[in-house]
């Protein structure tokens, strides 16, 4: 009785300090590095959504190249080009345009993916056709959404004016050409 009392008093420890290990380490965790959005140059950016955009921004993450830490170690030779993301919060406006470069997916009542007609592809363009995409809101943008920012400026300030969803999920939308299939 008396064993297996203190094997069970040796677990709860051993459970208690593995479990203020594990919340150290999240306490830690470093964020990623920002960069300032008036050091930004161009008027597009391309990166992936980091948290939901509120009224005021979105943040996104870009990849920059990183600075050799050795760059003796490569003597003549042809270094690998190193990435790492940066975080940048670039300000949304109440003109802000947010939409998707496909039209959303749908299903139809027998749970097939629906296809859209002409005048169905139309009614989604929204009320300004000619802005590239389709509509969406800024609900509709997620984490891990690929995004393509285009900026403007205006009194000395940037910020976003359209913000086109290219991808979801963080992989790119694929072509929609149709491919060799396989005859069974």
Same mark, same amino acid.
């Given at each position: ?8 008093? =040796?677990?709860?420890? &051993? ?10 380490? +999240?306490? /830690? ?48 030779? /042809? ?18 345009? *947010?939409?998707? %470069? @496909?039209?959303? @997916? &749908? *299903? ?5 993916? %629906? ?9 989604? %363009?929204?009320? #300004?056709?000619? =802005? ?6 800024? @609900? /509709?943008?997620?984490?891990?959404? =690929? $995004?393509?920012? =285009?900026? &403007?400026?205006?009194? #000395?300030?940037? *910020? &976003?004016?359209?913000?086109? $969803? ?6 790119? #939308?694929?072509?929609? +050409?149709?491919?060799?299939?396989? %005859? /069974?």
């Amino acid at each position: 009785m008396y064993l297996k009392l203190c094997s069970f008093v =040796l677990l709860c420890i &051993a459970f208690i300090s593995f479990s203020a290990l594990g919340q150290d380490a +999240k306490k /830690n965790k470093t964020p990623l590095d920002r960069i300032d959005i008036s050091k930004v140059t161009g008027t597009t950016i391309v990166g992936k959504v980091a948290s939901e955009p509120t009224e005021k921004s979105i943040i996104i993450q870009i990849q920059t190249p990183k600075a050799p830490t050795n760059p003796t170690a490569n003597k003549g030779k /042809n270094a690998p080009v190193v990435n790492e993301w940066k975080e940048l919060e670039i300000p949304i406006k109440e003109t802000t345009k *947010f939409r998707f %470069k @496909e039209p959303v @997916e &749908a *299903f139809d009542d027998k749970g097939n993916i %629906k296809v859209y007609t002409p005048q169905d592809l139309k009614k989604l %363009k929204g009320s #300004n056709p000619n =802005l590239p995409g389709y509509e969406a809101k800024a @609900e /509709n943008i997620i984490p891990g959404h =690929l $995004v393509t920012i =285009l900026l &403007a400026k205006q009194e #000395n300030k940037t *910020f &976003a004016s359209i913000i086109i $969803v290219t991808g979801k999920d963080g992989s790119p #939308n694929p072509d929609k +050409k149709p491919g060799n299939k396989k %005859k /069974n």
